[in-house]
């Protein structure tokens, strides 16, 4: 009688094993959707920022003050941008009209979900049994999860002889965000805007 039971325990888990799945989504400590993330809202500051600064000035700019996780790439972005608008960029402070200090506020992601539904959970343990490890999949009746990258920018230029002021931007902002949703257990898409645009990707953007 033990054996029948234990099998049919067995047999009524096999539907729930069928359906545990484990998604492994990066190796490295920050994924690449936040790297992207964050990399489309300092490219999309940048640009903002770079459009407070006259064209055709000679300047020195100076990044070596901020610190975030992505200033190495931040700052490459802005010089970019500068570069693009016409500004000559040179490597002496002597030569340049003007020395643009710039600061970052902000730089990083923040994530919001919104959950209806059972959360993952553990496959119990059957009589005779260590346990599995394995985990029952959520079970989503409605799930809004959405992550959204923030850069803040600003910049000051002074002239390097007299130290007088040359320009002030106002603070530039840049977003970027990825919103995954589920209905009714087995429907699932997302929404980003990071990508390319012509990347297939299903779905309106959902706010």
Known sequence: MYRL??????????????????????????????????STAADRAAEKLADQIMPNIRAYLETDLIDAPDASYAALAIRDRLL???VQLVDDKGLADAVIEVRIGALSTDETSIFLGTPSLPLPTLPGYTTTGVLLPALNVFK???????????????????????VATEPQYG????????????????????????????????Q
């Open 144 to 166: 809004r999860a959405r992550a959204q990258a923030t850069a803040k920018f600003a910049a000051t230029g002074y002239d390097p002889k007299t130290g007088k002021l040359i």
């Open 5 to 38: 039971v234990k099998g049919v325990a067995l047999l009524a888990a096999v539907p729930w094993l069928s359906a545990c799945t484990t998604e492994r989504a990066t190796s490295p400590m920050r994924t690449a959707t936040e790297q992207l993330l964050i």
């Open 175 to 206: 977003y970027s965000q990825k919103v995954d949703w589920a209905v009714l257990f087995f429907f699932s898409w997302t929404n980003q805007d990071y990508l390319d645009p012509e990347q297939p990707h299903r779905g309106a953007f959902g």
């Open 84 to 86: 693009r608008r016409g």
